[in-house]
């Protein structure tokens, strides 16, 4: 692996960071991609440390246009073989569809459905003359049921779960792994503690670690695995909203903040 590079994308916080960590145990050069600059600098300096590998990092918006074939380049003008892609950056907003600001509804599309897809394309090509590759594309157990209140964000999550299907179909023959992670309720600086009592959601199975998330998630891609959602809880919940009639959410979100003026 000593010539080989993963890059992740999200990789300064939270599941993205929990990868780098285990794919850098694993001896994989490291390229580390989010919009935190010096978070990035301070990660270069130790995981290159702790793990004995090559690490370098990119700053950038990863919900502009450019940024999928900027990071591509960059990749080719270093001479770095991606083997392993990580799909991971994200970010959601509650709210209604229609009350959405769109510069962040924009945002969000762009970096879950259009940077995803052309990160998958750009190197999945690369992987594909080499015939080896890995590529694990982060969606949601919200890709399984509709809800009001996450439009953006449920609906940005089913294409992800969708195209890394169609994917792992097209790559299959060439010998390129391709998994979705699909993560529930996970303890990262997306909830606000003082909102989210992360350590009871957690002790109750409600919310698991970034660390968990991430584990699961290696261990299926390495395994050929189409998918995982990761937690037992997890699971569970997710069986129970799949099974929840459209007709009983739209009474229970007349009760909820974000549709209380709605008749």
Same mark, same amino acid.
């Given at each position: 692996?000593?010539?080989?590079?993963?890059?992740?994308?999200?990789?300064?916080?939270?599941?993205?960071?929990?990868?780098?960590?285990?794919?850098?145990?694993?001896?994989?050069?490291?390229?580390?991609?989010?919009?935190?600059?010096?978070?990035?600098?301070e990660?270069?300096?130790?995981?290159?440390?702790?793990?004995?590998?090559?690490?370098?990092?990119i700053?950038?918006?990863?919900?502009?246009?450019?940024?999928?074939?900027?990071?591509?380049?960059?990749?080719?003008?270093?001479?770095?073989?991606?083997?392993?892609?990580?799909?991971?950056?994200?970010?959601f907003? %509650?709210?209604?569809?229609?009350?959405?600001? &769109?510069?962040?509804?924009?945002? @969000?599309? !762009?970096?879950?459905? $259009?940077? =995803?897809?052309?990160?998958?394309?750009?190197?999945?090509?690369?992987?594909?003359?080499?015939?080896?590759?890995?590529?694990?594309?982060?969606?949601?157990?919200?890709?399984?049921?509709?809800?009001?209140?996450?439009?953006?964000?449920?609906?940005?999550?089913?294409?992800?779960?969708?195209?890394?299907?169609?994917?792992?179909?097209?790559?299959?023959?060439?010998?390129?792994?391709?998994?979705?992670?699909?993560?529930?309720?996970?303890?990262?600086?997306?909830?606000?503690?003082?909102?989210?009592?992360?350590?009871?959601?957690?002790?109750?199975?409600?919310?698991?670690?970034?660390?968990?998330?991430?584990?699961?998630?290696?261990?299926?891609? %390495?395994?050929?695995?189409?998918?995982?959602? &990761?937690?037992?809880?997890?699971? @569970?919940? !997710?069986?129970?909203? $799949?099974? =929840?009639?459209?007709?009983?959410?739209?009474?229970?979100s007349?009760?909820?903040?974000?549709?209380?003026n709605?008749?």
């Amino acid at each position: 692996m000593k010539h080989s590079y993963a890059l992740i994308t999200g990789a300064s916080s939270g599941i993205g960071l929990e990868i780098s960590k285990i794919l850098g145990a694993k001896g994989y050069n490291l390229i580390l991609v989010s919009n935190q600059g010096e978070v990035l600098n301070e990660l270069v300096a130790e995981f290159s440390e702790a793990f004995k590998v090559k690490v370098c990092s990119i700053d950038i918006d990863l919900s502009k246009e450019e940024a999928p074939k900027e990071i591509f380049d960059f990749c080719v003008d270093q001479q770095l073989e991606v083997e392993v892609l990580i799909n991971n950056a994200g970010f959601f907003f %509650f709210g209604e569809a229609v009350e959405a600001d &769109p510069k962040l509804a924009i945002d @969000l599309v !762009n970096l879950h459905v $259009r940077t =995803t897809s052309l990160m998958c394309t750009f190197f999945g090509k690369q992987m594909k003359q080499r015939k080896k590759g890995y590529i694990l594309n982060t969606s949601s157990i919200s890709a399984y049921k509709d809800f009001p209140g996450i439009s953006y964000y449920g609906s940005s999550k089913a294409y992800i779960k969708s195209f890394t299907r169609s994917v792992r179909t097209e790559l299959k023959r060439y010998g390129i792994h391709v998994t979705c992670l699909l993560p529930g309720a996970t303890a990262t600086n997306l909830y606000d503690p003082t909102i989210v009592n992360i350590p009871k959601a957690k002790k109750w199975g409600i919310m698991i670690g970034a660390d968990k998330v991430a584990r699961s998630g290696i261990r299926a891609l %390495f395994r050929n695995r189409s998918k995982v959602v &990761p937690g037992f809880m997890t699971n @569970l919940m !997710n069986g129970f909203a $799949r099974a =929840t009639p459209h007709w009983l959410i739209y009474l229970i979100s007349k009760r909820v903040k974000y549709f209380d003026n709605q008749d």
